[in-house]
């Protein structure tokens, strides 16, 4: 069994094509998002429709969450003008979506399971099975992944949020935990706010199955950003000159 795991979409469904594209070269039998699907891009309807055609399980992700209460949950102390212009952008998110692309979204799931062969399951979520702003890096201690995904380690574990590619043994089991990357939205952790910039490509991972055999593949597509950056342009969506300066740095 293949499956295709994507997630932090963000509404560019520029790189969500791209990823589709690569699909098509590359067929899984299945795909899972694990979600942040649709808010702070500049094509939030778009992105719906493509989920809405695949049939795709989706998760809730904490910005999907966000989008539709207007709620922040995390822990994250965020400046009063960047709050101001997520707003901005949330609102018109909002208006570019029908009533049965809200209620789609509300339908997305904490945790999704797909059973694998040989018994074996996969759980996907956002952050961590608990919650979608839970954070896991590579440099997470050990004895915090016990707390977050201890329980779950008879299963094979997935989770976006970070934006980060990664894979990491749990524990002692033969599982392991992996993160699939973000499409729409890869970045390097290793700059500042300040001189922030968007990675010009999308990143998605395939999950093979097959017996005793396991195999994980990351997959990065780079594309060109210049239909991304139009998109901006001709959104009408608030702030668009400042997401645009990330791809164009």
Not at 57 to 84: C, F, H, Q, Y
Not at 91 to 109: E, P, R
Not at 179 to 205: I, M, T
Request: proline letters at 6%; charged letters at 20%; one cysteine or more.
């Amino acid at each position: 069994m293949r499956i295709a795991v994507i997630s932090d979409i963000h509404g560019n469904c520029v790189a969500l094509d791209v990823v589709l594209a690569d699909l098509k070269q590359n067929p899984a039998e299945q795909m899972v998002c694990l979600g942040d699907a649709i808010q702070g891009g500049p094509q939030p309807a778009q992105v719906v429709s493509r989920l809405r055609e695949l049939g795709c399980s989706v998760v809730m992700g904490n910005a999907d969450a966000w989008l539709l209460s207007g709620k922040e949950t995390g822990s994250e102390n965020i400046p009063t003008e960047r709050r101001r212009k997520m707003d901005d952008i949330r609102a018109w998110s909002l208006s570019q979506l029908s009533d049965a692309d809200k209620v789609f979204i509300a339908q997305f799931q904490p945790t999704i399971e797909i059973p694998l062969e040989a018994n074996r399951k996969l759980l996907c979520f956002h952050g961590s099975p608990q919650s979608f702003d839970d954070i896991i890096f590579p440099s997470t201690p050990e004895e915090e992944m016990q707390k977050l995904l201890g329980p779950y380690t008879s299963h094979f574990l997935t989770g976006g949020h970070t934006h980060l590619q990664q894979i990491r043994r749990i524990g002692t089991s033969d599982t392991f935990f992996f993160n699939p990357g973000s499409v729409g939205l890869a970045y390097s952790h290793q700059q500042s706010a300040k001189d922030f910039r968007a990675d010009p490509w999308a990143e998605y991972a395939l999950l093979s199955v097959h017996d005793s055999r396991v195999s994980l593949e990351f997959r990065r597509i780079v594309y060109d950003v210049a239909p991304l950056i139009e998109a901006y342009r001709t959104s009408g969506r608030p702030h668009a000159a400042d997401s645009i300066a990330e791809y164009s740095g």
